[in-house]
C-alpha cells in the first residue's frame, strides 16, 4: 500500500462479520425489507438467537424493525439503515481486499 492511498480493510466491521450477522446483511441489502419469520427461516436458527444477533444489529444502528399486524397477528419487520447497507458494502469490499482478486489460470 503506497503512501496516502486508502486503507482496504478499513471497511472491515467485526459487529457484520460474525457469520449470522453477515448473512442478515446480505439477506436484507437484497430484499430490502423481509419479515422476521423469513430471516430466521432463511438462517435456519431459534427466534431468540436471531434476535440477539438483529439486537446488536440495531444498536450498531444498522437495522431497524417495523412492527404491523398481518393476517391478525403482530409481525416484524427488518431492514437495513443507510448507515447499515454502507457498512455492508465498505465490509465486503473489505473482505474482497482480503480475499484479492480472483485468477481463474490457478
Given at each position: 500500500?503506497?503512501?496516502?492511498?486508502?486503507?482496504?480493510?478499513?471497511?472491515?466491521?467485526t459487529?457484520?462479520?460474525?457469520?449470522?450477522?453477515?448473512?442478515?446483511?446480505a439477506?436484507?441489502?437484497?430484499?430490502?425489507?423481509a419479515?422476521?419469520?423469513?430471516?430466521?427461516?432463511?438462517?435456519d436458527?431459534?427466534?431468540?438467537?436471531l434476535?440477539?444477533?438483529?439486537?446488536?444489529?440495531?444498536?450498531?444502528?444498522?437495522?431497524?424493525?417495523?412492527?404491523?399486524?398481518?393476517?391478525?397477528r403482530?409481525?416484524?419487520?427488518?431492514?437495513?439503515?443507510?448507515?447499515?447497507?454502507?457498512?455492508?458494502?465498505?465490509?465486503?469490499?473489505?473482505?474482497?481486499?482480503?480475499?484479492?482478486p480472483?485468477?481463474?489460470?490457478m
Amino acid at each position: 500500500m503506497s503512501a496516502g492511498s486508502p486503507d482496504p480493510l478499513e471497511g472491515f466491521d467485526t459487529t457484520i462479520h460474525a457469520p449470522n450477522r453477515l448473512r442478515i446483511c446480505a439477506l436484507l441489502d437484497a430484499a430490502g425489507e423481509a419479515e422476521f419469520g423469513r430471516v430466521q427461516g432463511q438462517l435456519d436458527v431459534s427466534a431468540s438467537v436471531l434476535s440477539k444477533h438483529v439486537t446488536v444489529l440495531m444498536d450498531a444502528g444498522y437495522v431497524e424493525q417495523r412492527k404491523a399486524v398481518r393476517d391478525t397477528r403482530q409481525r416484524v419487520w427488518l431492514r437495513l439503515t443507510r448507515r447499515g447497507r454502507d457498512a455492508y458494502q465498505g465490509h465486503l469490499a473489505a473482505l474482497r481486499a482480503i480475499v484479492g482478486p480472483s485468477d481463474p489460470a490457478m
